[in-house]
């Protein structure tokens, strides 16, 4: 048990910061690893300079390209992310031990 676990006091706001910080590193560091992954594989078939915008946009450098989708792929795995915490808080942990001691037919 992390020292985290045994001081409780909500108020304290010690416990409150650290709580934020560990919160946003479970949610931001494993989107940021996929946001990389994703950045490698689409751009190993994609060649940015192909592409081509609607509109009168100029063209673009390639690094533009490479940061702007970078940054588009962790606001979509930040989000990602931010779902499956907020639904594996909302499962109530009995109910799912309840499903699993039930003999299946």
């Known amino acids: 048990m992390s020292s985290l676990d ?18 946003w590193g479970v949610i931001l560091w494993p989107s940021f690893l996929a946001a990389c992954l994703l950045e490698f594989m689409v751009f190993a078939i994609v060649d940015p300079a192909e592409l081509h915008w609607p509109g009168h946009i100029g063209p673009a450098s390639d690094r533009a390209i490479y940061t702007v989708a970078f940054f588009v792929f962790w606001l979509v795995n930040i989000a990602c992310c931010r779902l499956v915490l907020w639904l594996s808080t909302s499962v109530q942990p009995q109910g799912l031990m309840a499903l699993s001691d039930k003999p299946e037919d």
């Open 6 to 23: 045994q001081r409780t006091d909500p108020q304290d706001p010690t416990v409150r910061l650290e709580r934020v910080i560990r919160f």
